[in-house]
């Protein structure tokens, strides 16, 4: 590691005075969040449609989560299951589950039953918290089959709101399942949180299922560590003033939402605006309403709201930093989101595995564009990080040429729950080996091709869906695409195209396939092209391109 190329941080001159500062974070959350109660304790934490909580509030809320999961027998070290979407109750829950000293398990609320009943097993889960409407469809069956879950607490997703939008809050209140407790009930209790409680930056505050994009979802224990070294980087290293509003528009179960949107606002005693879940009328009210100053999601979700009736330059104009993160960014829509409402949008890249972004494009620079593949740059690694790029033996390639990108830094994560073998060969050393592949070029800049599972291999030539995907998206009527190989009699593998379509616009197969053919080598281009109306994601707005393999 010592005589590899990457190791002098040739990135370094892109970053600023301020980046590139040592930082000096709170132990966990809890502590860094107690800190901002003491400063701010009247200031709005959680900002819910028209419902408001202070720090002191959610702090006392919190505490009484604390003190009943403590009641019920909950011990330091076990595991919390959180399934919830974007609302008070998941933070209440999350500060609630740490201060009894408890291992936190988000939970996707798009997961079935059988998922939810592997996490649970696999982490051996002691409390559940999720949505009343949740337990009753077909967690309680779930929960039943996993014999460790004895505590169980369910959210009435409406609460702590009064404005009950029904684009998003658009369903009948149920009546209080009796064999669990109140969330909010529970929290309203005045209860104190258990004394001596607190953990360590060392200890795991998370296990984080990955996404299952390419397998079964494997647990990553994010330290708490781990988890404040990254919000403290987000803090000190964007322009965004403290108190200011963060918008959550990544979901909190997901560990972009949950560390660079929850952890870095709560850490700068901001207000995390919250709206349930991803709706693009939704979220440009709350935009309108709140003004927001940061905010980080998924590509697809800038493409839905760029393509939304009534969005303007001045929906976007409280913006200081607008990060995009966790599905590849077009360089094209970032000049078409540019061109219509006015901000930039600033790529990132980083895992579960890497505790959200290992790599950012620094907020006074903008990301280039490789002249050769086209591809935008997802930014240059912070001060305490080394990122390789290395051949099959694990040795440094040169710059310029592509690789498996490898992490090194104090955001990586000691390994996966209970899988001694997976965390051998993805951490040799401590260093994350990604699976993504990717180059960088002398300057520090990083790039991301692809996945190395996702490239296709038509007549012996390598395709990177990437490169395919972005010339499509330069096409004026797409507005989604994703491209996978599919098996061909002749060619071994072939390139097909999904595609979805802008509001309004019209474009056929042939004529995808014919604009790509213009703008790529032959054996590149799409032979295959189908136009769909939505392309499958993940709630976390990645595009699914093994559910677009398989359903073939």
């Avoid at 403590?70 to 609302?87: C, E, K, T």
């Avoid at 972004?357 to 690694?381: H, K, M, Q, Y």
Wanted: with cysteine.
């Amino acid at each position: 590691m010592t005589d590899s190329i990457y190791a002098a941080k040739p990135w370094l001159p892109l970053l600023s005075e301020a980046q590139r500062a040592p930082v000096h974070p709170a132990e966990t959350l809890v502590h860094a969040f107690r800190a901002s109660v003491e400063r701010a304790p009247d200031h709005p934490a959680l900002a819910y449609f028209d419902g408001r909580l202070s720090y002191r509030e959610t702090d006392a809320l919190s505490d009484s989560v604390a003190g009943h999961l403590a009641a019920r027998g909950l011990a330091p070290g076990d595991r919390v299951a959180i399934m919830l979407q974007n609302s008070p109750q998941f933070v209440l829950a999350l500060l609630g589950a740490w201060k009894a000293g408890a291992v936190v398990v988000p939970l996707n609320p798009m997961y079935k039953s059988a998922e939810v009943g592997h996490v649970l097993r696999d982490a051996g889960v002691t409390a559940l918290v999720c949505a009343d409407r949740t337990w009753e469809a077909y967690l309680r069956e779930t929960a039943a089959g996993a014999p460790s879950v004895r505590i169980t607490l369910t959210a009435c997703e409406p609460d702590l709101q009064t404005a009950n939008d029904e684009r998003v809050l658009g369903f009948e209140r149920l009546p209080a399942p009796e064999d669990t407790d109140d969330l909010v009930a529970v929290a309203r209790r005045g209860l104190a949180a258990p004394p001596g409680r607190d953990r360590a930056a060392t200890d795991t505050a998370l296990i984080s299922y990955t996404s299952g994009t390419s397998g079964t979802p494997k647990g990553a224990m994010n330290s708490h560590g781990n988890i404040m070294v990254n919000a403290e980087r987000q803090r000190t290293g964007h322009p965004v003033p403290e108190g200011a509003a963060y918008f959550a528009l990544a979901p909190l179960f997901h560990i972009t939402g949950m560390v660079c949107q929850l952890a870095a606002c709560l850490t700068n005693a901001g207000t995390l605006v919250l709206v349930h879940r991803f709706h693009p009328g939704v979220v440009l009210d709350a935009f309108a309403e709140h003004r927001p100053a940061y905010t980080v999601g998924p590509s697809t979700a800038f493409m839905a709201l760029a393509a939304t009736p009534g969005a303007t330059p001045g929906h976007f104009a409280s913006f200081r930093v607008i990060s995009s993160g966790g599905a590849p960014l077009p360089p094209a829509l970032v000049e078409k989101f540019r061109a219509a409402f006015g901000p930039y949008l600033r790529n990132g890249y980083g895992l579960t595995e890497c505790t959200a972004p290992c790599a950012s494009v620094p907020p006074e620079r903008e990301a280039p564009v490789d002249p050769v593949s086209g591809t935008l740059s997802v930014g240059v690694p912070g001060p305490d990080t080394v990122v390789r790029i290395i051949d099959e033996n694990g040795d440094d390639v040169p710059f310029g040429e592509p690789g498996e990108i490898a992490v090194r830094g104090p955001q990586v994560v000691s390994g996966y729950w209970g899988l001694p073998e997976a965390t051998a060969e993805a951490f040799p050393d401590g260093e994350l080996r990604t699976g993504d592949i990717g180059f960088m070029d002398r300057e520090g800049w990083l790039y991301v091709v692809d996945r190395k599972k996702d490239m296709i291999n038509a007549s012996g030539f390598k395709v990177w869906p990437r490169e395919v995907e972005d010339v499509l998206y330069t096409h004026p009527a797409v507005r989604e695409a994703a491209v996978v190989g599919v098996p061909d009699a002749y060619r071994g593998e072939t390139v097909r195209a999904y595609v979805s379509l802008r509001p309004g616009a019209s474009a056929g197969p042939d004529e995808l396939a014919a604009y790509c053919r213009e703008r790529l080598a032959a054996y590149k281009y799409p032979r295959e092209v189908e136009i769909l109306a939505e392309l499958p994601k993940t709630a976390s707005g990645k595009i699914l391109r093994r559910e677009l393999r398989s359903s073939r």
